[in-house]
C-alpha cells in the first residue's frame, strides 16, 4: 500500500507515475506490504493463471528472496523504476525514501 503523499498523473511519453503532492522527507517509509498485496508463490508457478493475470504478475510484480512474487495491491504499481530511484526496497516489507522528493517530482 503507497502513502497518500503521492498521486497517479500522466507522464511525458512514458504513461503513469506517481507525483508527490508534498515534501516527501528522505528516511519516510512510503510504501508497506498489507494484507491487500497479492502472493503468488513461484515455487509452484502461476503458468495455470489466464494470459492476462499471468502478464499483470509479470509486468508489476517483483521476486523476493523466499521465491514469491509480490503483486501490489494499489497505484504503487506506477513507482519510478528509475535506474536512480527515490526509494529504496531492504525486502523487509517496506521502502524508504533515500532523497528528498519535492512537491510534483516523480
Not at 497518500?4 to 519516510?28: D, H, I, Q, S, Y
Not at 503468488?40 to 514469491?68: M, R
Amino acid at each position: 500500500m503507497v502513502a497518500r503523499l503521492f498521486e497517479v498523473r500522466e507522464t511525458r511519453g512514458k504513461g503513469k507515475g506517481l507525483f508527490a503532492r508534498e515534501l516527501v522527507p528522505k528516511r519516510m517509509a512510503v510504501f508497506f506490504e498489507c494484507q491487500a498485496c497479492m502472493q503468488e508463490d513461484n515455487k509452484t508457478g502461476f503458468q495455470w493463471l489466464p494470459e492476462d493475470e499471468k502478464n499483470f504478475i509479470l509486468k508489476y510484480g517483483y521476486a523476493k528472496a523466499n521465491g514469491s512474487y509480490l503483486v501490489p495491491c494499489d497505484e504503487i504499481i506506477y513507482l519510478d523504476h528509475s535506474c536512480n530511484a527515490n526509494t529504496l526496497d531492504f525486502d523487509r516489507g517496506f521502502d524508504i525514501v533515500v532523497r528528498d522528493i519535492a512537491k510534483g517530482d516523480v
